[in-house]
């Protein structure tokens, strides 16, 4: 049984910064991506940034040059740095794994809250 957690999150005054970090209990086979969404209240869930094994990373619009994904391949941990954080960021994170196996639906992680104040 794999069970994904993710930790880090909390709260902090715009122009602040946070760490997230996500690592998985149990194996997870053929690893092919590694990605972090979020959801606010009322809103869909959306990719923020994810990064493929190889470690090609790939970020959404709104987050290019403030936030950074990384990973270790060692321990499959996967991390997003968050700097410059603004109120619209407030939202909870996933983490999320993906394998060739299963796609990206099966592994997610319960969330952590991001809350950033203004």
């Known amino acids: 049984q794999v069970h994904v957690a993710e930790s880090g999150g909390g709260l902090v005054q715009a122009g602040g910064s946070l760490r997230l970090s996500c690592a998985a209990s149990g194996s997870i086979f053929g690893i092919t991506a590694m990605g972090w969404y979020r959801q606010a209240p009322g809103e869909q869930r959306d990719l923020v940034a994810r990064?493929?094994?190889?470690?090609?990373?790939n970020y959404a619009d709104s987050v290019k040059g403030r936030f950074t994904i990384s990973r270790d391949k060692a321990t499959n941990t996967v991390y997003l740095q968050m700097n410059s954080l603004k109120p619209e960021d407030t939202a909870v994170y996933y983490c999320?794994?993906?394998?060739?196996?299963?796609?990206?639906?099966?592994?997610w992680g319960q969330g952590t809250q991001v809350t950033v104040s203004s």
């Open positions: 999320n794994y993906c394998n060739a196996l299963r796609g990206c639906n099966a592994y």
């Open positions: 990064i493929t094994y190889g470690g090609s990373p």
